[in-house]
């Protein structure tokens, strides 16, 4: 029997130890509880096949099946072979245990064969009830020949056809039962070997059918349904990516440019000490950013004494890291100004969406995407729902500027504003020269090609349309170029001139 446990180098998986006692226990208790069931179904499956031998009119084919003799003949075989290898067999086993007791669930599974057979071409002209027996004299026929049950009601009129319909379906009825009995027997006999790693242990077979049950859906749930779920989300992304993003417009201020001949001033002397650079930057210390700008309205002379318009690039940046205070300083929610707890207002209103994404979404590549959202592994996150509370109100820092204007306005400009520096995000062009998109989880480089974005609060899947869905190839950027492209990552940063900052202009 060592032919069992596996042949050139394999291995059956290993199972729970069975118990060759209980396994004689449970056949030689079935085999028992089988003798009346099995007597009963043999003589009335040898009066039945006796009856359909003894009228030919009942074989012939056509109109009646052309295995109606056979089919019976095969009950009547089987199920009176079983009777008494019912006491052979119980015999044996008290006898020969052992390898022997896979000979015994051989015999069985033979005669269960041999009866399945019969009752598998019985049921092609038997109704599957007695009920079915309600309309026997109709039975399978369309008006050309009588019903079988009719026919054999002719030739024996003792019964209707409706009773030797009832007859025919009993006899089926109790072979089918049998058929169960006698397969539970032949599962028991042969699959008897109590060593875990033999094909023929008990435990095998239940195995394997559970596993054939449960693995269709769990790996159609495991495989088929991330990916269908993630081609869902490709394809909305590539119809939103068709469909194209709506065009974001801002309002570009006129550029001041000073008319150096029209300048005329009568008392130079505050001009001559404000054009002292480190002068102006030691007073502009006890001074907020706002202050400067109402300095420099003061008159033409003045303003250009402060920002002067052939260095006004080197002499903003100079300022702002000079006025204020700077253990607070930060900048307007609107216009970008510098402003510090000395000067700011703050106001109760509502939030705007456009700040989390701006703040918190991170991108991730196709493959993290997939692995922690399409497949909804343990620790899943559903997609974010942090948008119910993005309108919620709060506390904002205003310039003082920005806190006497229309804050409904400014709200519009500002949430278009964050939806621009959204889309910057997303094609990298506030990183410095070099650098490019990583994915947040992985840390690999995001190349052109679909972005998935993450919350970084709910650590959810961002589906809100403010995220481009598709990133085109990036240009390379000029190393020569490098002092211009930082100059330019700063002035993406505040998303507008240094004299529209200044001015809290819109």
Not at 145 to 156: I, N, P, R
Not at 164 to 185: D, E, G, P, R, Y
């Amino acid at each position: 029997m060592s032919c069992f446990m596996g042949c050139f180098g394999w291995r059956p998986a290993k199972m729970p130890r069975a118990n060759e006692q209980n396994t004689v226990i449970w056949l030689a208790t079935l085999k028992i509880l089988m003798i009346i069931p099995v007597a009963v179904a043999a003589f009335k499956a040898k009066d039945s096949y006796e009856f359909v031998k003894r009228h030919p009119e009942l074989q012939a084919s056509p109109p009646y099946d052309s295995h109606v003799l056979l089919s019976q003949l095969l009950v009547y075989v089987g199920s009176m072979s079983m009777f008494p290898w019912l006491f052979i067999s119980c015999f044996l086993l008290s006898m020969w245990r052992g390898p022997w007791i896979l000979l015994y669930g051989l015999v069985d599974l033979g005669l269960a064969v041999t009866i399945a057979v019969g009752v598998g071409m019985e049921a092609r002209y038997l109704p599957a009830s007695a009920r079915g027996c309600n309309n026997a004299v109709d039975w399978q026929t369309d008006g050309t020949y009588k019903s079988f049950f009719l026919q054999a009601a002719e030739v024996e009129s003792k019964k209707s056809a409706r009773g030797h319909c009832k007859n025919f379906v009993t006899v089926w009825s109790l072979a089918t039962s049998v058929l169960f009995f006698q397969m539970v027997i032949s599962y028991v006999g042969i699959f008897f070997d109590e060593r875990q790693h033999s094909l023929l242990n008990p435990f095998r077979p239940l195995s394997y059918f559970v596993i054939s049950i449960i693995s269709p859906p769990f790996y159609f749930h495991i495989h088929i349904v991330p990916r269908i779920r993630f081609a869902y989300h490709s394809a909305r992304k590539f119809f939103r990516r068709i469909r194209g993003q709506a065009k974001l417009v801002f309002e570009e201020p006129i550029e001041y440019v000073p008319q150096y001949e029209s300048i005329h001033v009568q008392n130079p002397t505050l001009q001559e000490v404000l054009t002292i650079e480190h002068v102006l930057l030691d007073l502009v210390n006890y001074l907020h950013y706002e202050d400067i700008i109402n300095l420099s309205l003061s008159s033409k002379a003045i303003r250009e004494a402060v920002f002067p318009g052939h260095d006004l690039e080197y002499r903003v940046p100079k300022l702002k890291d000079s006025c204020c205070e700077n253990d607070s300083k930060t900048i307007c929610l609107y216009c970008n100004k510098k402003i510090c707890n000395g000067c700011k207002i703050e106001m109760f209103q509502q939030g705007l969406p456009g700040a989390r994404h701006v703040k918190f979404c991170q991108p991730y590549c196709r493959q993290c995407y997939f692995k922690q959202f399409s497949r909804h592994q343990r620790g899943y996150k559903r997609p974010c729902r942090c948008h119910t509370s993005d309108r919620n109100f709060g506390i904002q820092r205003v310039c003082r500027t920005c806190s006497r204007k229309e804050i409904s306005e400014m709200q519009l400009v500002r949430t278009k504003r964050y939806q621009q520096e959204a889309r910057d995000i997303a094609k990298g062009k506030f990183l410095k020269p070099g650098e490019i998109t990583q994915c947040r989880n992985c840390k690999r480089d995001l190349k052109s090609g679909t972005r998935w974005w993450v919350c970084g609060k709910c650590k959810g899947e961002c589906r809100d349309v403010i995220h481009p869905p598709y990133i085109g190839k990036r240009k390379e950027v000029d190393v020569e170029k490098a002092a211009a492209q930082v100059l330019l990552v700063e002035q993406k940063e505040t998303a507008r001139s240094w004299w529209s900052a200044m001015f809290g202009m819109k």
